[in-house]
């Protein structure tokens, strides 16, 4: 997978010398991204330096930051180009040379083909940042769905880059500044998108954006849209399961492609059921009789765990199956995962997922995985809730305010997951709202009644005027005129939450294991295929991907093909409950609400006392403001250190430095 960072001193004027030194802290900070190689390039304006994690031709042939036979053209590269073998076909026939067998090679010749057309061309998870010596030029790409992450910070005359936050942080000039409308953003949602991070200043690509900095200027487009078809599709549910079941087999099949080893992330869901599926069919195909890898993790909580379905498939395809059982000490590897996450992140999701990415990562170096099946499909219960929110807003509003809504409230907190009270009240406080904002209330964490009681005056100032729903709901600018309402919840989850919350979890996670994680659904054809599906056929009444259902209904039982969505969550009210309680106190207190100047300490005290009695269930609010004070006391304040998990046999990083630039074109 890989990871790259670098400073391009863009300004007008010659400035002092770059410092390869910040340059090699850079990388060190991202050193799990890619243990295999290292290499940092010094030239006159630039520092561009690559992590390497060696995943297709495993000679020093693929090393970066990669140039071009002239040395004009410098390509530092993360991810995988699945189409690159059919790229490399069609520039070989233009006239291009290769010398290694790696996807790197190919984009480097695709953008001397194209120029910045050669993005429309890429299938696959990506970003890269190429250096043009001779035009003193850099441009800054990230894959069109926002799988592959880069962030970057724009001084003026400086431009700092990197997969992660942390490079850039790694040049003490940085300043390390809180930007509280992310923050607000953060505590509506658990997460800060794009082009924002909680560091003011700051800022990351949009999911299919690239940025060209060159002559004192920096330009920023937007290169991707969704694939919708021209014109509605009138697909029945039996062909919507064909044309995705041939979708998501080819792209198993070039995903597959690995000169290390692979295997599979199953939950026991139908989305990496059906990847699982897929990787057997290929297999099968293939004639190999070769053993397939699975992985799954477990809870004792009997609501939360999963892994006897996924014990089922595995059976059921033949796999050789690991199973992690994941405890409810997780709060001692909270420091861990917040450096690694590094931007505010409360999907509680990523704490189970951080310990299934190290147990993989023992067996293999990919695993392949469902995400982004539900944003598609219509997995999520959201959509069926904003189904119901007509019904809710029929009935008279004062009926509602004053005799629903209490009783609605004053249910009994429940540890079980999705637990009925727990899914009415955030029901109840999303249905007031009207259109899309009604399902996008339906990630609230911190719900606005709180917000109004929780939000010292400073920081209830600083965002006098911003609307996380509102920005939430207008990701549907770029979407076609004619999408149904379920369309239209697909589009802004596709644009704004997959690639804020679900992707960035996954990236992470894994990568702080040095653990590439692939995702087929998103396969440009699978994209393509799923858009195209009508929203009638994807879901009825309560249940969703209908389509991957009636695909799945021939090899697995009905017990699992028809089992309500679980989604891979941690018992996060009985934690906060029990056994988490003495770590909430130690972080939550009135020193924290004061030292941050940002919240309320009495009613910090009122939630954590409601929690522990059962009289309230704010576990997600709570979640997301532990998280945030282990944030601001690693990554602002600095009174915790970065704990990141390095790999031990990771190889140094060497320093090429170039000669001033003489070449011609």
């Not at 300043?175 to 200043?201: C, K, M, N, Q, S």
């Not at 637990?419 to 209330?441: D, I, T």
């Not at 917000?451 to 920005?471: F, Q």
């Not at 294991?513 to 009508?534: G, N, Q, W």
Request: with cysteine; glycine share 8%; hydrophobic share 40%.
């Amino acid at each position: 997978m890989c990871g790259l960072a670098g400073i391009f001193d863009y300004g007008a004027q010659r400035a002092d010398a770059l410092d390869e030194r910040v340059g090699l802290a850079m990388l060190e900070a991202i050193v799990h991204r890619g243990p295999d190689d290292g290499c940092l390039v010094v030239d006159e304006r630039m520092l561009l330096g690559h992590r390497r994690l060696a995943i297709l031709d495993l000679s020093p042939l693929g090393a970066q930051p990669m140039s071009d036979p002239s040395g004009r053209y410098w390509l530092a590269y993360v991810g995988e180009v699945y189409n690159y073998k059919e790229l490399r076909d069609e520039l070989q026939r233009a006239g291009h040379a290769f010398r290694s067998t790696c996807d790197t090679e190919v984009v480097l010749h695709a953008c001397l083909e194209w120029g910045l057309d050669a993005v429309q061309r890429l299938n696959g998870m990506f970003a890269f940042a190429l250096w043009d010596r001779r035009e003193e030029s850099l441009w800054l790409v990230r894959d069109g769905i926002g799988i592959k992450p880069l962030f970057f910070r724009d001084d003026g005359s400086r431009l700092h880059f990197g997969s992660e936050i942390k490079a850039i942080l790694a040049d003490e000039h940085v300043p390390r500044e809180i930007d509280l409308p992310a923050i607000d953003e953060f505590l509506t949602f658990g997460y800060v998108a794009a082009p924002r991070t909680g560091f003011a200043g700051i800022e990351q690509l949009r999911p299919g954006e690239w940025l060209l900095a060159k002559q004192g200027t920096i330009v920023r487009r937007q290169w991707h849209r969704l694939p919708y078809p021209e014109r509605p599709t009138r697909w029945s549910e039996q062909e919507a399961a064909e044309r995705l079941a041939a979708a998501l087999d080819a792209a198993v099949r070039r995903q597959s492609q690995s000169d290390v080893p692979l295997g599979a992330l199953l939950s026991g869901g139908l989305d990496s059921s059906a990847v699982v599926r897929s990787m057997r069919r290929d297999a099968s195909a293939r004639g190999r009789a070769a053993h397939i890898e699975t992985f799954s993790a477990g809870f004792a909580e009997a609501s939360f765990d999963e892994s006897p379905y996924a014990a089922q498939v595995a059976k059921r395809f033949g796999t050789l199956h690991h199973a992690e059982r994941i405890e409810p000490d997780a709060a001692s590897l909270m420091e861990m995962l917040v450096s690694h996450a590094e931007d505010p992140l409360a999907d509680n999701s990523m704490i189970p997922l951080f310990r299934l990415a190290r147990f993989t990562r023992s067996r293999v170096t990919v695993a392949l995985s469902g995400d982004g099946a539900d944003e598609l499909l219509a997995g999520y219960d959201t959509y069926r809730a904003s189904e119901l929110v007509a019904y809710w807003q029929a009935v008279p509003e004062g009926v509602r305010r004053r005799l629903i809504g209490p009783l609605v409230k004053a249910l009994p907190a429940s540890d079980a997951k999705y637990g009925a009270a727990n899914v009415l009240r955030r029901f109840a406080a999303g249905a007031e709202e009207p259109g899309l904002r009604a399902h996008c209330s339906w990630r609230r964490y911190v719900p606005r009644e709180l917000r109004e009681e929780l939000y010292s005056d400073r920081l209830k100032s600083a965002v006098a005027g911003e609307d996380p729903i509102g920005r939430y709901a207008a990701a549907l600018d770029d979407a076609p005129e004619d999408l149904s309402p379920l369309g239209q919840q697909l589009h802004i989850d596709l644009r704004f939450h997959l690639p804020s919350d679900m992707l960035v979890k996954v990236d992470r996670m894994s990568m702080a294991h040095s653990l590439e994680v692939r995702v087929p659904f998103l396969d440009d054809e699978v994209v393509r295929t799923c858009l195209a599906i009508p929203s009638n056929v994807l879901r009825r009444g309560k249940r969703g991907k209908l389509p991957l259902r009636r695909l799945l209904s021939a090899d697995l039982d009905s017990k699992i093909v028809n089992r309500k969505k679980a989604g891979f969550l941690v018992p996060l009210e009985r934690w906060m409950r029990r056994e988490w309680q003495g770590a909430l106190r130690e972080r939550l207190t009135a020193e924290f609400a004061e030292e941050s100047g940002l919240f309320r300490g009495a009613t910090l005290r009122r939630m954590l006392d409601e929690q522990a009695s059962g009289c309230g269930d704010w576990a997600y609010p709570l979640f997301a403001l532990f998280t945030l004070s282990v944030w601001n006391a690693i990554w602002i304040d600095r009174s915790r250190p970065v704990q990141l998990v390095r790999p031990a046999d990771a190889v140094a990083t060497r320093v090429e430095r170039l000669d001033p630039w003489k070449g011609g074109s």
